[in-house]
């Protein structure tokens, strides 16, 4: 609460975070990946989905990941972010755009959770963000062209924690968190080796 009081707008600092990641990938920049990369953020001036497609990968994984009062927006030449999840948080529609001819969608595993009216303060804000972003998702999905072969993968047992759970508003409890990738890692496999034939390198996963 001392950085909330601080600044006014985020319960954390961004620091923690960016030392995080400039341990992993230093000066690393997007265009110098060895596999195409892209990441949105929300541009709070155009209000409008941005993609960062080059400079450098920190400043653009942190832009996609100011979660609005949990992390400040981000500054990337002096234009201001958060996170892209609240534009596009399934960019499905991005890959098709790009040309993408099989895309993947691995996703937090709500999306397919029912709604219902909000009962609960807190879940004003989540039903609205869920309605927000299944309607962008779905609709991308049906606008998906012939020709384009879309693969949902599961979630797995183990997946993420109910939109109404008290335990989604727990960013910091991280048990089970192995056990959620490790469920998820396996119904994938699982749905690959059922819907691609052998040898296709979409089942490259193990």
């Known amino acids: 609460m001392h950085e909330l009081a601080r600044s006014g707008v985020a319960a ?9 990641l400039g341990a992993e990938l230093g000066e690393l920049r997007i265009e110098d990946l060895p596999v195409r990369f892209e990441c949105c953020a929300a541009d709070i001036e155009d209000a409008a989905e941005h993609w960062f497609d080059r400079g450098p990968v920190v400043e653009a994984v942190l832009a996609s990941a100011a979660v609005p009062g949990l992390l400040p927006p981000a500054v990337v030449d002096g234009r201001h972010y958060l996170d892209g999840g609240l534009v596009n948080s399934i960019p499905l529609g991005r890959a098709v755009d790009l040309g993408a001819q099989r895309v993947f969608v691995l996703h937090v595993g709500r999306v397919d959770q029912p709604l ?9 804000a989540m039903v609205s963000f869920e309605i927000a972003r299944r309607h962008r998702y779905a609709r991308d999905l049906a606008a998906v062209p012939e020709g384009v072969e879309v693969h949902v993968l599961p979630a797995g047992e183990g997946a993420a924690p109910s939109w109404d759970s008290r335990a989604a508003l727990r960013y910091r409890d991280v048990d089970g968190v192995g056990q959620r990738i490790a469920g998820a890692h396996r119904a994938s496999v699982e749905y690959l080796a059922a819907h691609l034939p052998a040898g296709d390198p979409g089942r490259g996963v193990s």
Do not use: Q
Request: hydrophobic letters at 20%; a positive charge; charged letters at 35%.
């Open 12 to 20: 954390h600092p961004s620091g923690p975070l960016r030392r995080v």
């Open 116 to 124: 219902r009216p909000p009962r609960r303060p807190w879940e004003v």
